[in-house]
């Protein structure tokens, strides 16, 4: 086993990273070449770690490749199971089984943090869209929630919110601005969008329960 911030094998998976935002200061991870842990035969190397998108989000993931070639993919729920990569790779190995075998067995065993829900019915559906993506809502800054159930609240098309603050979020970190403002700048441009629809519908009381349909932007 190997561990490196600089291993070429980081290389190999900044697009994967960078399609999933995470802000690549944050990545940790091990690499794993014992051909006994791999799930294809070709695979060259195992990456396996945490890191953080640039929603504040942590996510695990486990990556194989051959050389600069992705073979598979995998984002743990909870995240922290990738942090149990050593034991699960001695266990791996002794019971004639790949890495990644073992970690979702152990992901499928693994409770998941509980949060404090609110707003169930919008927050559920909200939350259940940002999980078709491989993202927890739950874990995104409070202000960018606060905004995405407002407007979820008043609209509906909670899919489409969701796209867009996707599309908001790729848009600065394709940017210029410096990776160590864009979690600030994604923050302060949903904190500006939930201003925006708070001053438009002063005094009005959002319904929270029947915004299942969407209704088109006024």
């Given amino acids: 086993m190997k561990q490196s ?21 944050t990545t ?17 190397i195992i990456v396996v770690g945490t890191a953080k998108r640039i929603t504040q989000e942590t996510i695990g993931f486990l990556i194989e490749i051959d050389h600069a070639r ?9 995240p922290r199971v990738a942090t149990w990569h050593k034991q699960d790779a001695l266990k ?47 874990e995104l800054d409070k202000n960018i929630q606060e905004a995405i159930i407002l407007e979820a609240s008043l609209f509906g098309r ?18 210029n601005v410096r990776a160590t ?4 700048c994604l923050i302060e441009a949903w904190r500006q969008r939930g201003d925006l629809f708070r001053h438009s519908f002063q005094g009005a009381t959002p319904d929270l329960t029947e915004r299942n349909t969407p209704r088109a932007r006024k």
């Fill in 5 to 25: 911030h600089a291993f070429p094998a980081f290389d190999a998976i900044k697009p994967w990273l960078r399609r999933n935002l995470v802000d690549l200061n």
């Fill in 28 to 44: 940790v991870f091990a690499t794993y070449d014992d051909k006994r842990l791999m799930a294809n035969s070709s695979g060259a």
């Fill in 70 to 78: 992705i073979l598979l993919t995998k984002q743990f729920r909870p």
């Fill in 92 to 138: 791996a190995i002794e019971a004639n089984r790949s890495l990644i075998s073992i970690m979702e067995a152990r992901e499928r065993t693994t409770k998941p943090s509980q949060h404090k829900k609110s707003n169930i019915t919008v927050t559920a559906l909200v939350s259940a869209e940002f999980a078709k993506k491989n993202c927890r809502f739950e």
């Fill in 158 to 175: 909670i899919p489409r919110i969701v796209e867009a603050f996707y599309e908001t979020a790729s848009q600065i970190y394709k940017s």
């Fill in 181 to 184: 403002e864009q979690t600030r």
